[in-house]
């Protein structure tokens, strides 16, 4: 069975330049979700879908962020200008839905390396 | 808000050795606590878990018990190996849709 995969591996782009990352789910996890690790920090929460639904973006840093799951399927992730502050490694990571059930177990990519300069 | 802090790394550990990284969180809730591992050029995977108070969770010898009274979870193994060599997170859930919160990360590095 495929695990979580992300493209590209590894993005550097010029400021002010506009970056899509992508991320293919475990094929029947409904949940789907993006996390950001900038630089010695903690891996912080961006957001959920359940299908093609958001079920919470409160992560999400401004609204040069942009994501979608269309279909329910794969998601993307653009930022759109990218800045500075913008670099870090984006993770994503899907799960089974299980209603009102808190398991834990996240799937998680390898992550996409952005570098913005 | 939730939040977790882990123990600053690297550890540095000569294999066999004993290896404990502390966790300790803050929760408004009562959270599910987890270990996840990340080894070189792969992506985060659970390690173990512990869903309520006192509860341990285990996996490849590594243990960690939910402490509620001192709010910690600390991880811990009685003899590491090379292969250990990873980046360590912990973390907490504290909703029904397993968002999770993560420590910073706390690198272990183990030599022969």
């Known amino acids: 069975e495929a695990g979580v995969t992300q493209f590209p591996s590894h993005s550097v782009i010029e400021k002010g330049q506009t970056v899509t990352l992508r991320c293919d789910p475990i094929?029947?996890?409904?949940?789907l979700y993006w996390y950001r690790r900038v630089m010695g920090k903690e891996i912080k929460f961006l957001l959920h879908?359940?299908?093609?639904?958001?079920?919470?973006e409160s992560g999400m840093p401004n609204n040069r962020f942009l994501a979608e799951r269309t279909g329910g399927t794969y998601s993307t992730l653009k930022v759109q200008p990218a800045e500075l502050e913008d670099s870090g490694v984006y993770f994503c990571?899907?799960?089974?839905?299980?209603?009102?059930?808190?398991?834990?177990?996240?799937?998680f990519g390898e992550g996409s390396r952005l570098t913005v300069l | 808000g939730d939040s977790v802090t882990q123990m600053e790394g690297p550890v540095t550990l000569s294999e066999e050795a004993f290896l404990t990284i502390n966790c300790t969180y803050t929760?408004?809730?009562?959270?599910?606590l987890f270990w996840y591992v990340q080894y070189p050029g792969e992506g985060l995977q659970l390690l173990l878990k512990?869903?309520?108070?006192?509860d341990k969770g285990s996996n490849k010898g590594f243990e960690a018990t939910y402490r509620k009274e001192t709010t910690s979870f600390h991880l811990e193994k009685g003899s590491v190996q090379v292969s250990d060599s990873a980046v360590y997170f912990c973390?907490?859930?504290?909703?029904?849709?397993?968002?999770?919160?993560f420590g910073k990360g706390t690198m272990l590095l183990v030599s022969p």
């Open positions: 094929s029947g996890h409904d949940n």
């Open positions: 973390a907490l859930s504290d909703s029904g849709y397993s968002t999770l919160t």
């Open positions: 879908f359940v299908k093609e639904s958001k079920q919470d």
């Open positions: 512990a869903t309520k108070a006192d």
């Open positions: 929760a408004t809730g009562y959270p599910s």
């Open positions: 990571a899907s799960s089974q839905r299980l209603a009102g059930a808190n398991t834990g177990e996240l799937f």
